[in-house]
C-alpha cells in the first residue's frame, strides 16, 4: 500500500477547499447520505432541466479529504451531463474503485479521466471504497427520486 | 516490573505488519494475545479436546474441570462470593443483553424508568432500547460535564420510585473517565434501584472488587484482558440470578424435562445453554495468571505513566485536541487535529505501523453531546511504551505534514 497513491495532490487539495459547496439555487433533487461506520454525512442539491441534464450540482457534507474530494470531483465532472451519461460515469467510477483500477468512460475528456483517477488508489485501502463512493449513490438516489437516506452500510 | 519482558510474550509484536513494527494503541477495541493464552488453546484443542458437561469419559472430565478452573479464577479475580454468581457468555454485549432482557421481563412495565449515562457504549443503551420498545420503558440518560465526568448529583435527581435500574459503564472508551460506581452504588441501592455495570474497560486496566462495589451485575468481556474472543463474563449477585427468568433455552440448562414440564438447571448452567466456548474459557484462565502475575498495582502504575507521557507530548502537539479531561482518567485517548478527519489520521497512521481506531468508537450519544462526528483514539495496554507514544506523535507529525498543516 502507498500512502501516496492515496493522498495525491488534488485529493488534498479538493478535501481542503471543496468545489461547489453549499445549496444549490432553484434545486429540483436532492438527497442525503449516511455513512454509518465513520459517521460521514452528504447532502447532494441537484438542478435537472427540462432536457435532464444536469444544470447544478452541489453538496453540503463533513467528512474525511477522500469523500469530501470525490464529492467535490463529482460535481466537477457531472455538471453538464444527461442523467444517462452521469449514470454511466458513476458506473465506471465504481468499476476502477472495486474492481480494475482503470477508468473505462465515453462521457468524459482525458482531463476529467485523470482528475477522477486520483481517486483510484482508495482500491488498495478497503475500509475507505465508502469514504469515496458515498457522494456518487447519494447523486444516483437524487436523480431517481428516492426518499430514504443512502446508506453505505446497506448499499454497498 | 520489566515490560520488555511483558511485551516479549506477545508474538505479534516480533512480527512486521506492513513492513512495520507494530505499535498496537487499538486495546480499548481488543488486546493482543500472550503465548500462555495461545498455547493453552492450541494444547487444549491437539491434546485434550472434549466438550464439558454431560459425558463421564476423561477427556469430559478433564475439560469440565478445567472450565470450572477459570470460573473459579473469574470469581478470585473480581472478588465475588460465589463461583455460582460467574455466567459465561459470547461477549459482554450478550450478558447485557441477558440482564436487561430477563431482568426486564420481571420487573420493567409500563412507564417504568431505566437510567444510564451519555458515555455508554451502544451495547449498554441498545439493550435496554428494545425495552422500550417492547414495554415501553422510558430511558434517562445521566449527563456529563465538558470534561467528561458524570454529574453524579444530576443522576441522583433522575432517580424517581419510578426507576428500576441503573446501567453505567465503569471506565469510558471515549474520555477514559474512570466512574465512582461505589457513590453511584450507594445512592442507587438507597432507594433500593439495583445496578448494573459495564466493565469491559475497567478490568484489563483497573481494579474491580465487585463485593466492595456491591453492584448487582458486572459485565465484561475476556479479549480485552488478553484473552480470548467469543467469552464474555456476567458477574450477578446469586439473589438476583436465582430469581431471575432464563435467557436463553436447551441443553445444559434444564435439569428436568417431561412433555408438560421443564425444571431449570441451578446456576450457573441455568445462564449456559448449549455447546460454551469452551476452549476459549479454558485458555482465559491464562489470561487471568498473566494479569494476577503482573499485579494489578503494577499494571496500573506502568499504564498511568505512558498516558501521563502521551496526554503531554500528544499537547505539545499544534491542533490535535484530546477529548475530555475527567478527574480521574485511564489509557484512553480520544483526539481530533483540527483540518484532518479522524479517518484520514487512522490511515496515514496505519502506514507508520501505528494502530489507532477512529471513527464514534459505538458512542454516538456522546460524541452527539460533544458536538463531533468522529475522533481518533489511541488506547494503551500492558505492552506500550514510552517509544510506542514517541511512534505514535512522530506518525501525527507525518500526518500534519501531508495535510500541510502549519
Known amino acids: 500500500m502507498d500512502l501516496k497513491q492515496l493522498y495525491q495532490d488534488i485529493i488534498l487539495e479538493h478535501g481542503k477547499s471543496p468545489r461547489n459547496l453549499g445549496i444549490c439555487k432553484d434545486y429540483s433533487h436532492e438527497a442525503k447520505g449516511y455513512n454509518p461506520l465513520c459517521g460521514d454525512k452528504v447532502h447532494v442539491y441537484l438542478k435537472l432541466n427540462s432536457g435532464k441534464k444536469v444544470e447544478g450540482l452541489t453538496f453540503e457534507g463533513d467528512g474525511c479529504a477522500i469523500s469530501l474530494a470525490s464529492a467535490s470531483i463529482m460535481t466537477e465532472l457531472v455538471k453538464g451531463k444527461s442523467f444517462d451519461e452521469a449514470k454511466e460515469i458513476m458506473s465506471a467510477f465504481l468499476n476502477m474503485i472495486k474492481n480494475t483500477s482503470e477508468l473505462q468512460s465515453n462521457h468524459l475528456d482525458e482531463d476529467q479521466k485523470t482528475k477522477l483517477m486520483s481517486l483510484s488508489g482508495v482500491k488498495q485501502f478497503p475500509m475507505r471504497v465508502k469514504c469515496a463512493t458515498l457522494a456518487w449513490h447519494t447523486l444516483v438516489s437524487a436523480m431517481e427520486e428516492k426518499k430514504e437516506e443512502v446508506n453505505t452500510e446497506v448499499i454497498d | ?406
Request: proline share 4%; aromatic share 8%; charged share 25%.
Open chain 2, 1 to 406: 516490573m520489566n515490560i520488555n519482558e511483558i511485551k516479549s510474550q506477545f508474538p505479534i509484536f516480533s512480527k512486521k505488519i506492513n513492513g512495520k513494527t507494530l505499535v498496537y494503541l487499538d486495546n480499548s477495541n481488543s488486546s493482543q494475545k500472550p503465548m500462555g493464552v495461545i498455547n493453552k488453546l492450541n494444547n487444549f484443542y491437539k491434546n485434550e479436546f472434549s466438550n464439558i458437561g454431560r459425558s463421564i469419559h476423561s477427556l469430559a472430565v478433564n475439560a469440565t474441570n478445567k472450565f470450572e478452573e477459570t470460573r473459579m479464577s473469574v470469581k478470585n479475580f473480581i472478588n465475588a462470593k460465589f463461583k455460582e454468581e460467574i455466567i459465561f457468555t459470547k461477549n459482554a454485549t450478550e450478558a447485557i443483553n441477558l440482564v436487561a432482557t430477563t431482568f426486564g421481563q420481571q420487573n420493567i412495565e409500563k412507564g417504568d424508568e431505566i437510567i444510564i449515562t451519555e458515555l455508554e457504549h451502544h451495547s449498554n443503551y441498545v439493550p435496554w432500547h428494545f425495552l422500550r420498545e417492547t414495554r415501553k420503558a422510558i430511558i434517562k440518560f445521566a449527563p456529563i460535564n465538558e470534561d467528561g465526568d458524570i454529574i453524579i448529583d444530576k443522576l441522583k435527581e433522575l432517580i424517581t420510585p419510578k426507576t428500576k435500574i441503573v446501567a453505567v459503564t465503569h471506565l469510558s472508551n471515549v474520555t477514559g473517565t474512570i466512574i465512582p460506581i461505589k457513590e453511584i452504588v450507594e445512592i442507587a441501592h438507597k432507594k433500593n434501584v439495583p445496578v448494573l455495570v459495564d466493565g469491559c474497560q475497567s478490568v484489563p486496566h483497573i481494579k474491580v472488587d465487585v463485593s466492595d462495589l456491591d453492584c448487582d451485575f458486572y459485565a465484561f468481556s475476556a479479549h480485552k484482558v488478553y484473552g480470548p474472543t467469543g467469552v464474555g463474563i456476567l458477574y450477578g449477585k446469586k439473589k438476583w440470578l436465582e430469581r431471575l427468568p432464563p435467557y436463553i433455552g436447551g441443553g445444559a440448562m434444564i435439569s428436568e424435562v417431561k412433555k408438560e414440564k421443564i425444571i431449570y438447571a441451578q446456576l450457573p448452567e441455568k445462564y449456559e445453554a448449549g455447546t460454551m466456548p469452551t476452549a476459549e474459557v479454558i485458555a482465559f484462565n491464562e489470561s487471568i495468571k498473566f494479569m494476577q502475575l503482573i499485579g494489578k498495582d503494577n499494571l496500573m502504575k506502568h499504564e498511568k505513566e505512558i498516558t501521563n507521557y502521551a496526554l503531554e507530548k500528544l499537547r505539545k502537539i499544534n491542533s490535535v485536541k484530546i477529548i475530555g479531561n475527567p478527574k480521574n482518567k485511564a489509557g484512553v485517548i480520544a483526539f481530533t487535529i483540527k483540518g484532518i478527519h479522524p479517518h484520514d489520521i487512522a490511515t496515514i497512521l496505519d502506514e507508520d505501523g501505528v494502530a489507532i481506531r477512529a471513527g464514534h468508537h459505538c458512542c454516538q450519544i456522546l460524541h452527539e453531546k460533544l458536538n463531533l462526528i468522529a475522533t481518533a483514539r489511541a488506547s494503551i495496554g500492558i505492552y506500550n511504551t514510552k517509544d510506542d507514544i514517541d511512534a505514535l506523535c512522530k506518525a501525527i507529525e507525518n500526518c500534519r505534514k501531508i495535510f500541510d498543516l502549519k
